[in-house]
């Protein structure tokens, strides 16, 4: 039997991720470090909450197809780690519902829904009549049946996740679910350089991404490494893809522009560009490099 679980994102999370998104994109993604101290498994459903000025809003559900570690989340929906929240544990769905981040719970339905608590059930904590305490859905807590079952009308039904997904990419090595480097047709040229591809930057956007590789190649920009010349086969198609404007400071109505904003380098180097925060600059981590370099050759 599956188990019915809330998990809490604070406001600034929800305010992000309400700017990043459609409308209809599906919650097929979460991220925390609480879900197997809860002991969240495979087939149980999660139901993604914040509170707004005390009162309840739900964002979506989602059926839990697995627990992973960054990296393999990662690789599986082929991104670089960076762009993923940076917490122990993230859940991919098997299923889920759209999101809707104005979705208001009314008061009379939040007064009523129970949580588990040792053996016994308990209400949410409220500082005042109908307004809901900040903290008391904080972290992951676990809702009875009826309780989820109350919240489940208000919500859209599940949809399957990708089935290419969540089937076929799951195990693929890291290497062979990197973006092929092909510019799509339907962008406009010059020149072989990028004239314009803007994209709402906090997407994950292939094509930003292949417009990037596009205009700047496979090797890395601050050493100059190139997985494929290095590894051969295995390495083709492989860099990572740094954003210059970090993510966690893009505000709702920023558009990165692929050849400005974005700039490809090799897992390591993306690792110390991150090292700092915010990240260095690429010509600043080149410049550390070539002193420390040169300080070896004077040695």
């Known amino acids: 039997m599956p188990r019915y679980f809330t998990h809490y994102w604070t406001n600034k999370t929800w305010g992000w991720s309400r700017a990043s998104g ?46 992973c570690e960054m990296s393999k989340a990662a690789s599986i929906l082929n991104c670089d780690i960076y ?31 129970k949580f588990r608590s040792g053996e016994k059930l308990k209400p949410l904590a409220f500082v005042s009549p109908g307004h809901l305490d900040q903290q008391t859905l904080r972290g992951v ?92 086969k295995v390495g083709e198609g492989y860099i990572h893809v740094h954003h210059r404007v970090p993510l966690s400071e893009i505000g709702a109505t920023y558009e990165v522009d692929p050849v400005k904003d974005l700039i490809p380098v090799c897992s390591n180097c993306h690792a110390m560009l991150h090292r700092e925060t915010p990240p260095y600059e690429i010509d600043q981590l080149r410049q550390l490099m070539e002193a420390n370099r040169q300080r070896k050759e004077e040695a």
């Open 83 to 113: 762009e993923l929240w940076d917490a122990g544990e993230h859940i991919l769905a098997s299923e889920a519902t759209t999101m809707d981040f104005k979705r208001e719970i009314p008061l009379d339905v939040t007064e009523s829904l």
């Open 141 to 232: 807590r676990e809702l009875d049946e009826d309780s989820a079952l109350k919240l489940d009308e208000f919500l859209p039904p599940l949809e399957a996740v990708s089935a290419l997904r969540s089937e076929q990419q799951r195990d693929i090595p890291l290497a062979e679910l990197t973006y092929p480097n092909e510019v799509p047709d339907a962008q406009t040229y010059s020149e072989g350089a990028v004239k314009q591809v803007l994209v709402n930057a906090y997407e994950r956007s292939p094509e930003a991404r292949k417009a990037c590789i596009a205009h700047y190649g496979l090797t890395c920009s601050v050493c100059d490494f190139n997985f494929e010349k290095f590894y051969g």
């Open 22 to 67: 459609t409308g209809n994109d599906l919650l097929d993604h979460i991220a925390g470090n609480m879900f197997r101290k809860r002991n969240v498994s495979k087939d149980d459903v999660i139901y993604v909450a914040t509170v707004v000025q005390g009162k309840l809003y739900l964002c979506g559900k989602l059926k839990v197809d697995r627990i």
